[in-house]
């Protein structure tokens, strides 16, 4: 079983910065695939980005080259971090896993029932 636990969100003005990190709780996470989704209001969630037990990284393309998602899994950590936020990234970000040891595997965003295990989210707001 692995818990996974959101903070980092917040307020931000257009153009700026946040910072999010998932802790968790798991037996050898580096063999886990971790990602990042989202839900804003009155939408479906969608996937954010992801990373696997080797490193590899896809990234949804409405955030490429202004997020980036890393992993310590000496800490239990996963982060987003995220610049030039645009209004259009305000949404509950939550962190996700499933197990998978493949070096060279690319962890895809959909479909999302391959994710097993989710937190609870964490909000992002963006004001102009």
């Known amino acids: 079983q692995v818990q996974l636990v959101e903070s980092g969100g917040g307020s931000v003005q257009a153009g700026g910065s946040l910072r999010l990190s998932c802790a968790a709780s798991a037996y050898a996470l580096s063999q886990y695939c971790m990602g990042w989704f989202r839900r804003a209001p009155g939408q479906e969630r969608e996937g954010v980005a992801s990373i696997g037990s080797g490193g590899a990284t896809t990234y949804a393309d409405s955030i490429k080259g202004r997020f980036v998602i890393s992993r310590d899994n000496a800490k239990n950590t996963l982060i987003l971090q995220m610049n030039s936020l645009e209004r259009e990234d305000a949404a509950m970000y939550y962190c996700?896993?499933?197990?998978?040891?493949?070096?060279?595997?690319?962890?895809?965003?959909?479909?999302?029932?391959?994710?097993?295990?989710w937190g609870q989210g964490t909000q992002v707001t963006v004001s102009s």
């Open positions: 996700a896993a499933f197990e998978r040891y493949n070096a060279d595997y690319i962890c895809p965003l959909t479909p999302q029932w391959l994710w097993d295990y």
